[in-house]
């Protein structure tokens, strides 16, 4: 055999050897790999792109200097015109949280030893929510304090005695409400 026999034999294998399984496949791990991370990338570089053209745009804002008290005898006030040529650029400022009115609750205050029908324990938004639901058929429950500082119990009642108690009861499995019976 040549030296020029060897070296081709080394570039271009005889095609009647089968190729090791092994390297077969480490080039199919390493292609799906490849193939995750190039998915990836594209995923999250169209994530990324939408959140970016979604994004609320700011509006350059003009600085104009506010216009001192003129004497009595100024036929008229001037006005500042903002100049084209000049923008400057200001940072956004954080809204301030607007409070929501207080809602318009029937409250209540249970006492020991009353009896009532607790249908939800909620935070404000959520109690709004499942007012409307229930005012919608025909439900009105009174609030009562919750277990902690932001949740209401929306609670019937109070309930003279048991009788009174079932009958809520099976009206209210009727519509498909979810309840418990409480003793405060």
């Not at 790999?33 to 990836?40: D, K, L, Q, S």
């Not at 607007?98 to 959520?126: F, H």
């Not at 099976?170 to 409480?182: D, K, N, P, Y």
Request: hydrophobic share 40%; net charge negative; charged share 20%.
């Amino acid at each position: 055999m040549s030296s020029m026999e060897t070296i081709n034999h080394e570039i271009q294998p005889n095609p009647e050897t089968a190729a090791d399984p092994a390297k077969m496949q480490a080039k199919r791990v390493f292609i799906g790999f490849a193939a995750t991370i190039t998915i990836g990338l594209a995923v999250a570089g169209w994530y990324v792109g939408g959140r970016i053209f979604a994004a609320e745009k700011v509006h350059a804002a003009t600085i104009v200097q506010p216009v001192s008290s003129a004497p009595a005898s100024a036929p008229a006030p001037v006005v500042a015109k903002p100049e084209p040529s000049v923008a400057v650029i200001a940072e956004p400022v954080a809204a301030a949280p607007v409070e929501a009115p207080a809602p318009a609750w029937n409250t209540v205050d249970p006492q020991p030893g009353d009896l009532y029908l607790q249908l939800a324990t909620m935070g404000p938004n959520s109690t709004n929510e499942y007012l409307k639901e229930l005012d919608a058929k025909g439900i009105h429950p009174r609030i009562a304090p919750g277990p902690g500082e932001n949740l209401h119990r929306l609670i019937l009642g109070p309930y003279p005695d048991k009788s009174a108690l079932e009958k809520e009861q099976q009206e209210l499995e009727s519509t498909g409400i979810q309840f418990m019976a409480r003793r405060y």
